[in-house]
Nanobody, 124 residues
Framework: VQLQASGGGLVQAGGSLRLSCAAS????????MGWFRQAPGKEREPVAA?????????RYVDIVKGRFTISRDSPKNTVYLQMSSLKPEDTALYYC?????????????????WGPGTLVTVSS
């Protein structure tokens, strides 16, 4: 599975941005897709996850609940992360990842495939 994230950029605090993650290759091997982020000088942390097949289930970390929405477009093999009410502390390199596991996990160790990140910068 190959993953390519896009949509990052510079946005003012309070603004919105939508990230996309296009999957290719053996996409049927993926059951859950996730977004993670790594801020400068910090470790990578989870953001949200979504089931890839069947009924849609989502999961978020508390700090983004109510502000970020993860969604999928299965025919397009694409997962999105709609980010609203952005804060300077949301500045990070955002990665999408996929796992063969059926668990809606937010643990990066559970993910098998990773794409290069897309940079989101939120100015104050």
């Amino acid at each position: 599975v190959q993953l390519q994230a896009s949509g990052g950029g510079l946005v003012q605090a309070g603004g919105s941005l939508r990230l996309s993650c296009a999957a290719s290759g053996r996409t049927f091997a993926s059951n859950v897709m996730g977004w993670f982020r790594q801020a400068p000088g910090k470790e990578r942390e989870p953001v949200a996850a979504i089931t890839w097949n069947g009924s849609t289930r989502t999961r978020y970390v508390d700090i983004v609940k109510g502000r970020f929405t993860i969604s999928r477009d299965s025919p397009k093999n694409t997962v999105y992360l709609q980010m609203s009410s952005l804060k300077p502390e949301d500045t990070a390199l955002y990665y999408c990842a996929a796992t063969r596991s059926g668990m809606l996990s937010l643990h990066q160790a559970d993910y098998d495939y990773w794409g290069p990140g897309t940079l989101v910068t939120v100015s104050s």
